[in-house]
């Protein structure tokens, strides 16, 4: 009997928490062993549990994975997360690729030096408003169905929601002219794996605080 | 119903596009190019709404115009089963290319770093590749013995790595030196009759980026 997933990462959003998101809404229970220190991730590299030396790294059926991508490739493939075939997920991936560019400057912004925050956060601000929301609202309104691809729940919902949420972090008045995107932020944070995700004592995590930020960048000696 | 030849928008050289033009090229699909030169044309594409997130590469394929370099290639490799046989093969090709793809993408950059930092960034790239990548790649050719990375046939995997270990060829050319399987590796897949084509002169493999070519992507992209 294969046992649960287990997560390799540090205690925080960092590059896992889609893959947290995309478990959750699955509703595939998981477990995590967080990397504290240093000498954490060494000991995960020293025993070749990790293909690239980095981390997420996803103990799931007899496999190691890592690399983002292909993680979320594989959950959504196996929870029928991935569309019905080639084209649909053609339109998965591709979706799913504009919800990671921009959700790698906002998960980036906290890097950033402090000098250049504002012009950064400008950069985030306008990307959202005139390049990826409407992308997005745009698709939902073409074909009128309540979510982004053949008309069912899918990994592109997922990631599209769990995004909605760090840009509402960064300004809810973001989200004001996207009345589509709203109705499916609420239809999807409804669905019963996902409304327990969302309740506090899931294993979502919170934002990233300062105490936070420097753990993570003295276990990744980051300067 | 006559199907029509793929139809590359991207300007004339290399960047995000020519791993779309070798995994097309390997599977002996013939495409087009309109190759774009001023930013007019990039305001064409996109008032037009031909670009889902308003970027280029994009591909007019099967009636769709695919936007996000790894969306198309995973079409072009499912389409033509460069994919594995099946999900356990296709996680094993995702993790392979993901991570050769974090090193192409320090190629891609390469050209548009400022002049002080190109050369460290070469010292940056060989070291990545013989430390991070190239040993894992050689273990698992090692190990099977096989001619392919994944499952003894041509993948998407395979065609990526080649792309990558010539182009860093270019700028370090002993990089492989520590490496047997990946030189063996490296003729055998170049010796692929279509793949032997695309490295023909004459084929619509891109040369190395020049300052022609970062000139002409800063006048169509730079605000």
Excluded at chain 1, 203 to 220: N, T, V, W
Excluded at chain 2, 112 to 139: C, G, H, S, T, W
């Amino acid at each position: 009997m294969a046992g649960k997933p287990l997560l390799h990462y540090f205690d925080g959003r960092g590059r896992m928490e889609c893959i947290r998101w995309l478990l959750a809404a699955a509703g595939v229970e998981f477990d995590e062993k967080f990397i504290e220190t240093s000498e954490d991730l060494d000991k995960l590299r020293n025993d070749g549990s990790l293909m690239f030396q980095q981390v997420p790294m996803v103990e799931i059926d007899g496999m190691k994975l890592v690399q983002t991508r292909a993680i979320l490739n594989y959950i959504a493939s196996k929870y029928n997360l991935y569309g019905r075939d080639i084209k649909e997920r053609a339109l998965i991936d591709m979706y799913t690729e504009g919800v990671c560019d921009l959700g790698e400057m906002i998960m980036l912004l906290p890097l950033c030096p402090p000098a250049e925050k504002d012009t950064k956060l400008a950069q985030i601000r306008e990307k959202t408003t005139n390049r990826y929301l409407p992308a997005f609202e745009k698709v939902l309104k073409s074909h009128g169905q309540e979510y982004l691809v053949g008309n069912r729940l899918s990994r592109a919902d997922v990631h599209l929601v769990e995004l909605l949420y760090y840009v509402e972090e960064v300004d809810p008045s973001l989200l004001a002219s996207f009345p589509l995107l709203k109705a499916l932020k609420s239809r999807v944070s409804n669905l019963p794996t996902v409304k327990k995700f969302l309740q506090p004592g899931s294993q979502r995590k919170p934002p990233l605080d300062e105490k936070s930020l420097e753990k993570a960048m003295k276990i990744f000696r980051i300067k | 119903m006559m199907s029509t030849k793929p139809k590359l928008h991207y300007p004339n050289g290399r960047g995000r596009m020519e791993s779309v033009r070798w995994v097309l090229a390997a599977a002996g699909v013939e495409f087009d190019e309109e190759f774009l030169e001023t930013k007019e044309q990039l305001q064409k594409l996109q008032d037009g709404n031909h670009l889902l997130f308003q970027q280029v590469p994009m591909v007019e394929i099967d009636g769709m115009k695919l936007v996000q370099t790894r969306s198309i290639l995973h079409y072009i490799a499912d389409k033509h089963h460069l994919f594995g046989k099946d999900l356990k093969e296709r996680t094993l090709i995702d993790m392979y290319v993901e991570g050769t793809l974090d090193l192409l993408e320090l190629l891609i950059m390469h050209p548009f770093l400022k002049p002080d930092d190109q050369q460290k960034e070469v010292v940056n790239m060989a070291q990545k590749a013989i430390i991070r990548y190239f040993p894992v790649f050689e273990k698992v050719l090692r190990e099977h013995g096989q001619r392919f990375l994944v499952g003894n046939q041509l993948s998407l995997a395979d065609i990526i790595l080649l792309q990558t270990i010539l182009a860093l060829e270019e700028k370090i050319p002993n990089v492989l030196s520590a490496f047997p399987h990946l030189q063996e590796f490296t003729v055998k897949i170049s010796n692929i009759p279509t793949i032997k084509k695309f490295l023909e002169p004459g084929s619509k493999r891109k040369p190395p980026p020049d300052d022609i070519y970062v000139r002409t992507v800063y006048n169509i992209f730079m605000p």
